[in-house]
């Protein structure tokens, strides 16, 4: 997130007519109910899709519904965005994990399995000021995760642990070491393939 200082006055045009839409996703195949909201405020449609989605208990995103120059419609998002999207870039894996984390926070709080609808889990991917694997799950027993919890292969796990180490291994204001995040997608990719069917990999070092 960024902020930056404006002039109020660079603004030529206002509307207070915003058109909402709510997906709310279902099931494992995760299909999608779509609403549009009219005539409300953004806090009334984020109110609409806590309510919509029965208090988080399924996956939902909440985008804004505008019209290019060329007069076509089109979306932008607000919170999360299309799950059955694969995210492409650091921004759509963070929209992601807003729908994942709501949505695993309230089976947490109604004393269910914290799995996806999929019935998978979710492992976040990350270096962390700690010796170790960079392997990490929430509302679990052992939220701080090794490879062997895993079950993963020997290689995969060496290289891992030797990833993460490479991060502890530098001033904390300096940055990542050459070619770090190229090989953290690489093993991020192996890891879901060592995972398939287990668990979905969240490489949260890209958001």
């Known amino acids: 997130m960024r902020g930056v200082y404006v002039d109020e006055r660079d603004s030529t045009w206002e509307r207070d007519d915003a058109r909402y839409r709510l997906y709310v996703f279902e099931g494992a195949g995760n299909a999608v109910t779509t609403f549009d909201i009219l005539d409300a405020s953004i806090e009334h449609a984020l109110e609409t899709a806590v309510a919509m989605s029965n208090g988080n208990e399924k996956l939902w995103a909440l985008a804004l519904v505008e019209n290019d120059s060329r007069g076509m419609r089109g979306l932008i998002w607000l919170s999360g965005m299309d799950y059955n999207d694969t995210p492409s870039s650091p921004r759509e894996w963070m929209r992601r994990r807003q729908m994942q984390d709501r949505y ?64 502890l291994g530098r001033d904390e204001a300096d940055p990542p070491p050459t070619d770090w995040i190229r090989t953290g997608e690489s093993l991020a990719q192996q890891l879901q393939v060592e995972l398939s069917g287990i668990a979905e990999v969240r490489p949260e070092f890209l958001i």
């Open 104 to 167: 695993l926070q309230a089976k947490h709080n109604r004393g269910l399995p914290t799995l996806l609808p999929n019935g998978l889990r979710v492992i976040r991917m990350f270096p962390e000021w700690v010796s170790g694997w960079p392997l990490w799950e929430d509302h679990s027993n052992e939220y701080h995760l090794t490879g062997p919890d895993l079950g993963l292969s020997s290689t995969l796990s060496r290289a891992l642990y030797e990833w993460n180490e490479a991060m």
